[in-house]
């Protein structure tokens, strides 16, 4: 302990005691899991994770490559394995346990060889293009891209973690309507994708016209073509027997989801005509 002024200030707020006690820096730099500070990282880090995955589905589309995201995200998943080591984690029991070398020992066994493998792929590829197309595997290095969206994975857990500090019901109910949105977004994207990479092929529907190569028309025509399965028309018809067969996969899976959409959008907004009546 050391003694201070009663009228010492630090960071703005005024001390009302005479003796401060120093802690141990390890206890200074440990962060609570439900801090403000720790749901801020990890909205952040959803929101790399969703512009990594769509950027390397257009990539298909011709999309260039640009150099500062890759940069950038490479240094955000830097600290996040820094910060990883600093963050208390919840026990068995339902308490939190702040201290360093169980943090970092949970860690170690759970993420950390997932985490760091990632990365280093990461970093390599940020710069591995120009070295990978002299040695002739630019191929093999774009494919090793997707590698980062196994961070997939960690989505599950970090949504449940943004969503148990949201207690009002209508904000809930309001979350779960985006997010049946979202998942209706993402669908149609991902059938554009595999649409497109299917027509790609020799005597494919986007071989045929040489504005249906070139973005941004490629990915326009792909996103009217996967959302008119679900309701609609286009005048793009499969050719191929590739095309064929995913038009009828596609067909039969859209029934299933457009049905699964409409019942829970009619349940959640049911709830929300019901918690408004309620108030």
């Not at 260039?64 to 600290?79: E, H, L, N, P, S």
């Not at 760091?116 to 990978?132: E, G, K, N, R």
């Not at 191929?240 to 019942?263: D, K």
Request: one cysteine or more.
């Amino acid at each position: 302990k050391y003694q201070v002024s009663a009228r010492t200030r630090l960071m703005g707020f005024k001390l009302s005691s005479q003796y401060v006690e120093r802690r141990p820096l390890s206890e200074r730099i440990m962060m609570h899991p439900d801090s403000g500070k720790r749901m801020f990282w990890v909205s952040v880090g959803l929101a790399l994770i969703a512009l990594d995955w769509i950027f390397l589905t257009m990539l298909q589309f011709g999309l260039q490559r640009v150099f500062a995201i890759d940069v950038g995200d490479c240094i955000y998943w830097t600290f996040d394995i820094a910060l990883n080591f600093c963050i208390g984690i919840y026990t068995r029991s339902g308490d939190v346990d702040m201290n360093p070398v169980s943090v970092a020992r949970n860690y170690l066994k759970r993420w950390f060889l997932f985490d760091i493998s990632v990365l280093s792929s990461q970093w390599w590829l940020a710069f591995a293009d120009t070295q990978a197309a002299q040695i002739g595997l630019l191929r093999f290095a774009r494919w090793f891209r997707y590698l980062r969206l196994l961070r997939l994975a960690k989505c599950d857990s970090s949504i449940r973690q943004l969503l148990a500090h949201v207690h009002s019901e209508w904000t809930q109910l309001s979350l779960k309507m985006a997010t049946i949105l979202i998942a209706v977004c993402v669908w149609i994207h991902v059938s554009a994708t595999v649409w497109y990479m299917i027509g790609m092929e020799e005597k494919g529907w986007a071989t045929k016209e040489r504005d249906y190569s070139q973005f941004p028309m490629n990915y326009l025509l792909s996103i009217h073509w996967a959302t008119s399965q679900l309701q609609g028309n286009i005048d793009i018809y499969p050719t191929t027997t590739a095309e064929r067969t995913f038009t009828v996969c596609q067909l039969m899976a859209s029934v299933v989801i457009l049905a699964m959409v409409v019942s829970k959008l009619t349940n959640v907004m049911h709830s929300m005509q019901t918690s408004s009546q309620e108030r």
